[in-house]
Antibody, heavy 122, light 108 residues
Framework: EVQLVESGGGLVQPGRSLRLSCAASGFTFDDYAMHWVRQAPGKGLEWVAGISWNSDTVGYADSVKGRVTVSRDNAKNSLHLQMNSLRTEDTAFYYC???????????????WGQGTLVTVSS | EIVLTQSPGTLSLSPGERATLSCRASQSVSSSYLAWYQQKPGQAPRLLFYGASTGATGIPDRFRGSGSGTDFTLTISRLEPEDFAVYYCQQYGNSPSTFGQGTKVEIK
């Protein structure tokens, strides 16, 4: 059974940093691209970042480009999102999502974690 | 960036009724790279369809995805109590991947 478990969320002040993690199990982690998708409370979904199976290709939404870095550790079956210079508009549930292929582009998301809440507020 | 507009915003129906949800794209979606998700309160989204009409594993056959180009439809032939939820479409043919704003299917 595919399981994706996010951690690292919490309350943080504007301008500070936070690192999210996703622990994956139930599938061959290094065969697939992985992504982060966020959802502000009561709002819709927004793709944030994606990384290919071997980390060669990464992509970011314009809204976070330059402030966020996605990475993965295939030896530990883990995905990470380093978020810097956080803004109030970054407040959202952050979901770890699995792509169906090794490439990071042109993909839908076939499995999702339960999400971790990031609240940016002073 | 492709903008996806879902309609209606809310659909009020009774169990057993047919639901028809629309997703319209601001430009043609490459190779029908369109997915549908279902999200229930407090839960993560669940993949229903990809490639506009290919069902994900375990999706009941009362659900149907269709469409191409700029117009896509999710149909639920007979609503079951567990189908009342929010549904999102996503295009993944053009970068960046974008989602519609969602259609809420609520119990009338």
């Amino acid at each position: 059974e595919v399981q994706l478990v996010e951690s690292g969320g919490g309350l943080v002040q504007p301008g500070r940093s936070l690192r999210l993690s996703c622990a994956a199990s139930g599938f061959t982690f290094d065969d697939y691209a992985m992504h982060w998708v966020r959802q502000a409370p009561g709002k819709g979904l927004e793709w944030v970042a994606g990384i290919s199976w071997n980390s060669d290709t990464v992509g970011y939404a314009d809204s976070v480009k330059g402030r966020v870095t996605v990475s993965r550790d295939n030896a530990k079956n883990s995905l990470h999102l380093q978020m810097n210079s956080l803004r109030t508009e970054d407040t959202a549930f952050y979901y770890c999502a699995k792509g169906p292929v090794p490439a990071a582009s042109r993909v839908y998301f076939d499995y999702w974690g339960q999400g971790t809440l990031v609240t940016v507020s002073s | 960036e492709i903008v996806l507009t879902q309609s209606p915003g809310t659909l009020s129906l009774s169990p057993g009724e047919r639901a028809t949800l629309s997703c319209r794209a601001s430009q043609s979606v490459s190779s029908s790279y369109l997915a549908w998700y279902q999200q229930k309160p407090g839960q993560a989204p669940r993949l229903l369809f990809y490639g506009a009409s290919t069902g994900a594993t375990g999706i009941p056959d009362r659900f149907r995805g269709s469409g191409s180009g700029t117009d896509f439809t999710l149909t639920i032939s007979r609503l079951e109590p567990e189908d009342f939820a929010v549904y999102y479409c996503q295009q993944y043919g053009n970068s960046p991947s974008t989602f519609g704003q969602g259609t809420k299917v609520e119990i009338k």
